[in-house]
């Protein structure tokens, strides 16, 4: 990774004056490690842009605000920001710095703003931005041009992927793309996708057979994705139809996770995917003993009974083994992994 991209922040609010110690260099330095190769990091945007606009309209003297609408307008004509809800101006933005860095409510980002004619309208902390007597105006560039470079660097590494994957014509060529996302620091987007594209061909070669009402059906086993990482899914990435199995992706072995998940669904069973070396029931082991630690033996029992399948990087280092022996096979593999990136990173809205 360049050495600029790296500390491409510090360089910025060096050229603002922007105190290092200051809730918003601190907020953005940690949204921002997503442009880091190889971050674990969900590129989470929506309070980001929120924070983008606000500053925007600071910039432009437009010190009364802007309306909800026209805030949120701006917001979804960012890159990626199609399908970004209205929460980051609602509370979402705000929860998380009060939630982080303690401050005072003036501190807040998204302060309530009075159009006069009875709109929700919202403007930017005059009190954030001046804080260790920063200069507003240069704090609210400092926003916009930090956001703005952090966009562009994340969009170089996408469109870096998908150069080096379409570049892969070899099935061992693709095989080798493919298998970076088991690496430990690997983006947690692009692990997502690969193990629905290997799941997918894995459960499409079964067939199954089943009656309604006595008319009798047959059909391949189809693994869907419910949307993109970051969408509200109620905790389901992947559904298996027919069978109407429920599967979640995941990078945690903690156990609040797993159980948080089935209470989501009201204790409904569900199968996991997890980014771990561990066997299958090495995973069931350590989740449960970690769990009797806080919870009876007869509670932990309900919840371990709900985990139906588990796949771990071995099965799916196992799966890719098996697909990349049929040039048929991990070609569709590649293709899956293509569309599904483009969706993910909005790149086919």
């Known amino acids: 990774m360049d050495s600029n991209e790296i500390n491409f922040l510090e360089v910025i609010a060096d050229s603002y004056g922007i105190d290092k110690n200051s809730v918003i260099f601190k907020y953005i330095e940690r949204k921002t490690r997503a442009s880091e190769r190889g971050s674990k990091a969900r590129r989470s945007l929506g309070n980001l842009y929120a924070l983008y606009v606000l500053a925007q309209d600071y910039i432009n003297e437009n010190f009364e605000g802007s309306s909800f609408t026209e805030l949120m307008q701006r917001m979804k004509a960012m890159p990626f920001g199609t399908k ?24 807040l980002p998204v302060q309530p703003a009075n159009l006069g004619d009875g709109r929700k309208a919202r403007k930017i902390s005059v009190d954030l931005l001046r804080e260790y007597n920063m200069n507003p105006s240069s704090c609210a560039s400092f926003i916009v041009d930090a956001i703005d470079s952090y966009i562009t660097i994340i969009d170089s590494h996408q469109t870096a992927y998908l150069n080096q994957i379409d570049a892969a014509y070899t099935d061992l060529e693709i095989a080798e793309v493919i298998a ?137 280092k196992n799966i890719l083994d098996q697909v990349k022996e049929s040039h048929d096979s991990i070609s569709k593999l590649k293709e899956i992994v293509v569309q599904c990136f483009k969706l993910e990173y909005g790149l086919l809205d």
């Open 84 to 107: 970004l809800q209205n929460h980051p101006l609602d509370n979402r933005l705000n929860d998380e710095v009060k939630r982080q860095y303690k401050v005072s409510d003036n501190m």
């Open 180 to 316: 970076e996302a088991f690496a430990y620091n690997s983006d947690a987007r692009l692990f997502e996708i690969v193990s629905f594209g290997l799941l997918y061909l894995h459960f499409n070669k079964t067939k199954v057979s089943f009656s309604i009402d006595g008319k009798s059906f047959s059909q391949k086993l189809t693994l869907y994705r419910t949307g993109r990482t970051n969408a509200n899914d109620g905790g389901i990435d992947f559904v298996l139809k027919p069978l109407g199995n429920f599967f979640q992706v995941t990078e945690t072995l903690d156990f609040k996770k797993y159980f948080l998940d089935f209470e989501k669904i009201n204790r409904f069973p569900m199968s996991f995917v997890i980014k771990t070396n561990l066997t299958q029931q090495a995973v069931r082991d350590k989740i449960k003993e970690d769990a009797v630690q806080l919870y009876s033996v007869e509670q932990v029992d309900v919840y371990m009974n709900l985990f139906e399948e588990i796949y771990t990087l071995n099965e799916l």
